[in-house]
Nanobody, 121 residues
Framework: QLVESGGGLVQTGGSLRLSCGAS????????MAWFRQAPGKEREFVAA????????YYADFVKGRFGVSRDIAKNTVYLQMDSLAPEDTAVYYC????????????????WGQGTQVTVSS
């Protein structure tokens, strides 16, 4: 079970940090990712962190603004989002997969309930 938190309303240029809590079993053997879905749009990949080694991957549109990290002791993955813009408004989902193809949503076995991020102009 994945549980996200940290969404909310922020002004353009602001920051938010999302958190995703997972079971120890999931956290220790699954690659973790963040996806987002805006109204009327497809769910899209945002960032991922690999369970072995902690390598990170990002969608081109967030590089330099977002950072994905993890706290192994807390079984938690974070998404730090800076320089937010209105086009970042979406529901953000945490997900877990055993696949190494981390940018494809259909590869994910577990999903959180999502947390709303709204960026006002």
């Amino acid at each position: 079970q994945l549980v996200e938190s940290g969404g909310g309303l922020v002004q353009t240029g602001g920051s938010l940090r999302l958190s995703c809590g997972a079971s120890a079993r999931t956290f220790s053997s699954y690659n973790m990712a963040w996806f987002r879905q805006a109204p009327g749009k497809e769910r899209e990949f945002v960032a991922a962190i690999m369970w072995r080694g902690g390598n990170t991957y990002y969608a081109d549109f967030v590089k330099g603004r977002f950072g994905v990290s993890r706290d192994i002791a807390k079984n938690t993955v974070y998404l730090q989002m800076d320089s937010l813009a209105p086009e970042d408004t979406a529901v953000y989902y945490c997900a877990a997969t055993r696949s190494f193809i981390v940018a494809v949503a259909t590869n994910y076995e577990d999903w959180g309930q999502g947390t709303q991020v709204t960026v006002s102009s």
